[in-house]
Nanobody
Framework: QVQLVESGGGLVQAGGSLRLSCAAS????????MGWFRQAPGKEREFVAL????????RYADSVRGRFTISRDNAKNTVYLQGNSLKPDDTAVYYC?????????????????????WGQGTQVTVSS
């Protein structure tokens, strides 16, 4: 079992920044590829970014590339998502997820069912 707890969400004006954190406990953190997903009201959960176990590979959704940065600190069992130049369309509940054997550049790495463990989510609201 892996337990994930997100934090850092909140209300921010368009053009602002937020840093989300996801603290992991349980199984060995470094075994897992970590992902961030988001879900806006009335929409399906969508992929945002992922980072492999050693932080040598990352992948981003087109909608956030160049504005968001995913990182991880394996000594602290924590993964981060830095969002800059935020837009109202970024408003959503953000979830972190952990998956074993998720290859960063495989097509299915952006699918929710590739990830076994999920946090409870943190709300990000971007006002215009």
């Amino acid at each position: 079992q892996v337990q994930l707890v997100e934090s850092g969400g909140g209300l921010v004006q368009a053009g602002g920044s937020l840093r989300l954190s996801c603290a992991a406990s349980g199984h060995t953190f470094t075994n897992y590829t970590m992902g961030w997903f988001r879900q806006a009201p009335g929409k399906e959960r969508e992929f945002v970014a992922l980072i492999n176990y050693s932080a040598t590979s990352t992948r981003y959704a087109d909608s956030v590339r160049g504005r968001f940065t995913i990182s991880r600190d394996n000594a602290k069992n924590t993964v981060y998502l830095q969002g800059n130049s935020l837009k109202p369309d970024d408003t959503a509940v953000y979830y972190c997820a952990a998956g074993l054997n998720v290859r960063p550049y495989a097509t299915r790495s952006v699918y929710t069912n590739e990830y076994s463990y999920w946090g409870q989510g943190t709300q990000v609201t971007v006002s215009s």
